[in-house]
């Protein structure tokens, strides 16, 4: 297993995982070697209910993004100590300021010293697998971040963190091209169908800097 991590750009955690235990025992060697591999890891559905039993796999680890829905907060809130209702920011405090997007009516993206509300709204029919989607799509802005990190090219505000750029960027797109897709689908719209929009909302959102008629 351990040849694969140097050829792995990030490594997305728990989409269609389930919850056998043989499983789980799996996903924490391999979270584990991740991490120290230094691979940049993303932890939604239930790769977030193997880390909530195990805070010290992901804790004070910059190069991780948690994605919990409203339950999985609450879940992770009282595996840390805290109270179901506590903040997203003494959330990342207590995991040693990991980064976190708190999914909900509008996504909070925080690391405990920096927080981000996404308010674009997206479709108002949430389609199953939505949150696949989210999770590849800040999976890839963070594969991309940490490619940026290592060419040694700069920020012009050096403070904003990599990762909570790279949470924003996909919970936006994500909101983006669920909202293109109910235009078109209206109730009758399904993942794919938000799928098929995300190339071209990406555009819209982060054009291409590329000469298209020079190729």
Known sequence: ME???DNLHVLIVGPGLGRDEKTSSCVRKVIQKARDKEVPLLIDGDGLHVISKHLELVKGYPWVI???NVNEYKNLCKSAGLKE???LSDLCKSLDNVAVIKKGEFDAVSDG???WKVEDEGGPRRCGGQGDIMSGLCGTFLAWANTFRKSGEKLDDTNIPLTLLAGYAGSLLTRQASKAAFKKH???TTTP???LEIGE???KLFP???DLSKL
């Open 193 to 195: 169908d938000m799928i």
């Open 186 to 188: 209206l109730r009758a």
């Open 85 to 87: 209702d506590s903040s």
């Open 201 to 203: 909302q990406f555009e």
């Open 208 to 210: 291409c800097e590329v």
């Open 113 to 115: 010293k920096t927080e």
């Open 3 to 5: 040849r694969f991590f």
């Open 66 to 68: 948690l994605t919990p």
